[in-house]
C-alpha cells in the first residue's frame, strides 16, 4: 500500500505542475473539444418536436425502456416496494443463501432434522450484502445532482418540473429491477470469489443464449469502453473538480494551491478504499451513504418542519406547474422535459452502471437484487430530488431565491441560500455533504471503469493497479485544471452506455421475467412452510 501510494504521488506530481498552467488547461480543453465534438453532439443531440422546444434522443430511449420495463412486469415498481424492503431487512436470506427448495422443499421430519446441521454448507456466491450492494450503487447515483441539478431544474422549467421527476423516479425503478436482475444471472465468479458482472456480461453471454452472440460482444466492448471514458470524467474529473471549488470557496483560499492540495488528500482516501475492491467499497458506504443523505434529508424536514404552512401551496404550485406550463419556455412539454431529464439523469435508470455494483451480491436469485436495485431510484429522486425542490420551492415565496423560467449557472449556491434562509450557516454542512458526495460517488465509479477495464484487458492484479493509479490521478488533475469540454465527453461516455444497453435489456426481457418468478415462488414456499408449522430457519444463520 505504502509503495503504491508512494510511486502514485511520484508519478502525479509534474501532471500537477502541468495541469495548473491556465493556458495549457485551455490548450487540453480546446482539443478535446476539437476531437470529441461530434461525439458529444451525438449523444446529446435534441430532436426538434417544434420551433420552441426540443427533446435528446438519449432521454426519449431513457424514459421509453422504463416505461416499457413498467409494463411488462406488471407494475414491479410499485407491486415490488415493499418485498424489497424485507429484503433489504434480510428477511428471505435464508432461501437466497441455500435456496428454497433446499431449505423448505422436503417436508419429511428426517429431512428437517438434518437440514440445521448441513444448512451452513451450501452458501450463494457474492461479496456482499443487499445493504451494501444498494449503497455502493447509492453512492454513485446520489450527489451533487440532487443538489445542484434539481435548482438548476427548477430555474428552467419552474415547480411543475419536481412532478415529473418524481415520475421519471418512479418509471426509473423498473429500469433498475431489469438490469440489476441481469447484472446478478450473468456475472462470472473468479476462483478466489471475486465476482465480475455488470451489462458487459450480460449482453456478451445473455444474447450468446439467444443465438446473438456476435452483437453480443459489440453491444458489450461498446459498453466497456463507454463506463471506462465516464468514469474517469463524469465519475471521477468532475466530482474531484466541483468539491474542490466548494472546499475553497469554504475557506476562501486563493489560486490553485488549496484545489492542489485538496485534490492530493481526496486521491489518497480514495486510493486506500479502492485498493481494497468491492468489499471495503461497501464497507465505507454503508456507513457514509446513510450519514450523508440522513444529514442532508434532515436539513429539509427542519425547513418543512419551520415553514409546515408553506407546504400545501408549494404542492399546489408544483401540480398547477407540472400541467400549465405557465411562464416556461416550451410551456407544459418545455417543463415535462425538465422535470423527466433531471430526474432520469440523477438516477442513472436505464445508464447499466448499477448493475455492476448490485452484482456483487450474495444470492442464489437474481432476482432477490432486482427488486432491491428498485428502491434505487426512489430514494435517490422521489425521496432527495423532491426534498431538495419542496426547500427551494417552499423557501422562494418568501426570500425571492430563485426566477423561474431563469436558467441558473450554479445551482450548488442556490440550495445553499434556501437552507441558510431557515438554518444559519447550514451551507457550511452542506459543503461538507457535497465533499462526502463526490467522495462516495468517485469510490463507486472508480468500481464501475474497473469492471470495463478488466473486461478489455484481463483480469490480474497488475492490470487493475493501472487502472485504480490512472484513477487517482486523475483525481488531482480535475480537482485543479479547468474541465469544459472534458466533463462533456465524460458525460456523453456515461449516457452513450444507455444505448447498448437499454438493447440487450429489452432483448432479455424473458430471461427477466423468468427469474422473476422463480424468486417469488421461493419466497411463496417459505411462506407455506412456516404457515404449516415448519420452523423459520432464518433465525439460525
Given at each position: 500500500?505504502?509503495?503504491?501510494?508512494?510511486?502514485?504521488?511520484?508519478?502525479?506530481?509534474?501532471?500537477?505542475?502541468?495541469?495548473?498552467?491556465?493556458?495549457?488547461?485551455?490548450?487540453?480543453?480546446?482539443?478535446?473539444?476539437?476531437?470529441?465534438?461530434?461525439?458529444?453532439?451525438?449523444?446529446?443531440y435534441e430532436i426538434p418536436f417544434s420551433e420552441t422546444f426540443q427533446i435528446p434522443w438519449v432521454l426519449i430511449v431513457l424514459i421509453g425502456g422504463a416505461t416499457y420495463f413498467t409494463f411488462y412486469f406488471?407494475?414491479?415498481?410499485?407491486t415490488g416496494f415493499f418485498t424489497a424492503i424485507k429484503v433489504v431487512r434480510g428477511k428471505y436470506e435464508d432461501i437466497e443463501k441455500h435456496g428454497a427448495d433446499t431449505l423448505y422443499g422436503d417436508m419429511t421430519p428426517n429431512e428437517q432434522e438434518n437440514l440445521i446441521e448441513t444448512i451452513r454448507d451450501d452458501s450463494a456466491d457474492g461479496e456482499v450484502s443487499h445493504f451494501q450492494a444498494l449503497t455502493a450503487?447509492?453512492?454513485?447515483?446520489?450527489?451533487?445532482?440532487?443538489i445542484a441539478g434539481v435548482a438548476v431544474a427548477l430555474s428552467i422549467g419552474g415547480p411543475g418540473a419536481t412532478f415529473w421527476m418524481i415520475v421519471a423516479g418512479l418509471l426509473g425503478m423498473a429500469s433498475k429491477f431489469a438490469e440489476c436482475t441481469l447484472g446478478v444471472k450473468f456475472r462470472d465468479v473468479g476462483p478466489d470469489g471475486t465476482v465480475y458482472g455488470g451489462p458487459m456480461y450480460y449482453l456478451k453471454k445473455g444474447l450468446a443464449e439467444k443465438g446473438m452472440g456476435g452483437l453480443g460482444k459489440v453491444l458489450a466492448i461498446l459498453f466497456a469502453i463507454f463506463v471506462i471514458g465516464g468514469s474517469i470524467g463524469g465519475g471521477n474529473m468532475f466530482q474531484a473538480n466541483q468539491a474542490a471549488a466548494q472546499f475553497v470557496q469554504l475557506f476562501e483560499l486563493e489560486g490553485t494551491s488549496g484545489a492542489m492540495w485538496f485534490g492530493a488528500v481526496i486521491a489518497i482516501v480514495v486510493a486506500f478504499v479502492i485498493i481494497g475492491g468491492i468489499k471495503r467499497i461497501a464497507k465505507v458506504t454503508e456507513k457514509v451513504v446513510p450519514f450523508m443523505a440522513g444529514i442532508y434529508v434532515l436539513g429539509g424536514l427542519i425547513i418543512l418542519g419551520v415553514n409546515y404552512m408553506h407546504i400545501g401551496d408549494?404542492?399546489?404550485?408544483?401540480?398547477?406547474?407540472?400541467?400549465?406550463?405557465?411562464?416556461?419556455?416550451?410551456?407544459?412539454?418545455?417543463?415535462?422535459i425538465q422535470g423527466i431529464r433531471r430526474g432520469a439523469f440523477s438516477n442513472e435508470a436505464g445508464v447499466g452502471s448499477a448493475a455492476i455494483a448490485h452484482s456483487a451480491v450474495r444470492t442464489k436469485y437474481p432476482a432477490s437484487e432486482g427488486i432491491?436495485?428498485?428502491l434505487e431510484p426512489f430514494i435517490d429522486t422521489v425521496v432527495i430530488c423532491t426534498m431538495t425542490a419542496l426547500v427551494i420551492v417552499i423557501t422562494n415565496f418568501d426570500n425571492n431565491i430563485i426566477q423561474y423560467g431563469v436558467p441558473?449557472?450554479?445551482?450548488?449556491?442556490?440550495?445553499?441560500?434556501?437552507?441558510?434562509?431557515?438554518?444559519?450557516?447550514?451551507?457550511?454542512?452542506?459543503?461538507?455533504?457535497?465533499?462526502?458526495?463526490?467522495?462516495?460517488?468517485m469510490i463507486s465509479w472508480s468500481y464501475y471503469g474497473l469492471q470495463g477495464w478488466i473486461f478489455l484487458f484481463g483480469r490480474?492484479?497488475?492490470?487493475?493497479?493501472?487502472?485504480?493509479?490512472?484513477?487517482?490521478?486523475?483525481?488531482?488533475?480535475?480537482?485543479?485544471?479547468s474541465l469544459g469540454s472534458v466533463i462533456d465527453f465524460s458525460d456523453a461516455m456515461i449516457f452513450a452506455m444507455v444505448v447498448p444497453n437499454i438493447i440487450g435489456v429489452v432483448l432479455l426481457t424473458p430471461v427477466i421475467r423468468k427469474e422473476l418468478k422463480k424468486y417469488m415462488n421461493a419466497i411463496k414456499i417459505k411462506h407455506e412452510a412456516i404457515d404449516e408449522g415448519l420452523e423459520d430457519l432464518s433465525k439460525h444463520l
Amino acid at each position: 500500500m505504502k509503495k503504491y501510494l508512494l510511486s502514485l504521488s511520484t508519478f502525479l506530481f509534474p501532471f500537477i505542475i502541468f495541469a495548473q498552467e491556465q493556458t495549457t488547461s485551455e490548450k487540453i480543453d480546446s482539443i478535446f473539444r476539437d476531437y470529441t465534438g461530434w461525439f458529444v453532439e451525438g449523444i446529446f443531440y435534441e430532436i426538434p418536436f417544434s420551433e420552441t422546444f426540443q427533446i435528446p434522443w438519449v432521454l426519449i430511449v431513457l424514459i421509453g425502456g422504463a416505461t416499457y420495463f413498467t409494463f411488462y412486469f406488471k407494475l414491479i415498481n410499485f407491486t415490488g416496494f415493499f418485498t424489497a424492503i424485507k429484503v433489504v431487512r434480510g428477511k428471505y436470506e435464508d432461501i437466497e443463501k441455500h435456496g428454497a427448495d433446499t431449505l423448505y422443499g422436503d417436508m419429511t421430519p428426517n429431512e428437517q432434522e438434518n437440514l440445521i446441521e448441513t444448512i451452513r454448507d451450501d452458501s450463494a456466491d457474492g461479496e456482499v450484502s443487499h445493504f451494501q450492494a444498494l449503497t455502493a450503487a447509492l453512492s454513485a447515483t446520489v450527489g451533487l445532482g440532487n443538489i445542484a441539478g434539481v435548482a438548476v431544474a427548477l430555474s428552467i422549467g419552474g415547480p411543475g418540473a419536481t412532478f415529473w421527476m418524481i415520475v421519471a423516479g418512479l418509471l426509473g425503478m423498473a429500469s433498475k429491477f431489469a438490469e440489476c436482475t441481469l447484472g446478478v444471472k450473468f456475472r462470472d465468479v473468479g476462483p478466489d470469489g471475486t465476482v465480475y458482472g455488470g451489462p458487459m456480461y450480460y449482453l456478451k453471454k445473455g444474447l450468446a443464449e439467444k443465438g446473438m452472440g456476435g452483437l453480443g460482444k459489440v453491444l458489450a466492448i461498446l459498453f466497456a469502453i463507454f463506463v471506462i471514458g465516464g468514469s474517469i470524467g463524469g465519475g471521477n474529473m468532475f466530482q474531484a473538480n466541483q468539491a474542490a471549488a466548494q472546499f475553497v470557496q469554504l475557506f476562501e483560499l486563493e489560486g490553485t494551491s488549496g484545489a492542489m492540495w485538496f485534490g492530493a488528500v481526496i486521491a489518497i482516501v480514495v486510493a486506500f478504499v479502492i485498493i481494497g475492491g468491492i468489499k471495503r467499497i461497501a464497507k465505507v458506504t454503508e456507513k457514509v451513504v446513510p450519514f450523508m443523505a440522513g444529514i442532508y434529508v434532515l436539513g429539509g424536514l427542519i425547513i418543512l418542519g419551520v415553514n409546515y404552512m408553506h407546504i400545501g401551496d408549494a404542492f399546489s404550485l408544483i401540480f398547477e406547474g407540472a400541467f400549465s406550463g405557465l411562464g416556461i419556455a416550451g410551456g407544459l412539454v418545455g417543463v415535462m422535459i425538465q422535470g423527466i431529464r433531471r430526474g432520469a439523469f440523477s438516477n442513472e435508470a436505464g445508464v447499466g452502471s448499477a448493475a455492476i455494483a448490485h452484482s456483487a451480491v450474495r444470492t442464489k436469485y437474481p432476482a432477490s437484487e432486482g427488486i432491491v436495485a428498485l428502491l434505487e431510484p426512489f430514494i435517490d429522486t422521489v425521496v432527495i430530488c423532491t426534498m431538495t425542490a419542496l426547500v427551494i420551492v417552499i423557501t422562494n415565496f418568501d426570500n425571492n431565491i430563485i426566477q423561474y423560467g431563469v436558467p441558473v449557472a450554479e445551482g450548488v449556491q442556490i440550495t445553499a441560500v434556501a437552507f441558510d434562509s431557515v438554518i444559519p450557516h447550514f451551507s457550511i454542512i452542506l459543503t461538507i455533504a457535497v465533499i462526502l458526495f463526490a467522495v462516495s460517488t468517485m469510490i463507486s465509479w472508480s468500481y464501475y471503469g474497473l469492471q470495463g477495464w478488466i473486461f478489455l484487458f484481463g483480469r490480474g492484479k497488475i492490470k487493475e493497479l493501472v487502472y485504480k493509479a490512472l484513477f487517482c490521478i486523475f483525481i488531482w488533475i480535475g480537482s485543479v485544471i479547468s474541465l469544459g469540454s472534458v466533463i462533456d465527453f465524460s458525460d456523453a461516455m456515461i449516457f452513450a452506455m444507455v444505448v447498448p444497453n437499454i438493447i440487450g435489456v429489452v432483448l432479455l426481457t424473458p430471461v427477466i421475467r423468468k427469474e422473476l418468478k422463480k424468486y417469488m415462488n421461493a419466497i411463496k414456499i417459505k411462506h407455506e412452510a412456516i404457515d404449516e408449522g415448519l420452523e423459520d430457519l432464518s433465525k439460525h444463520l
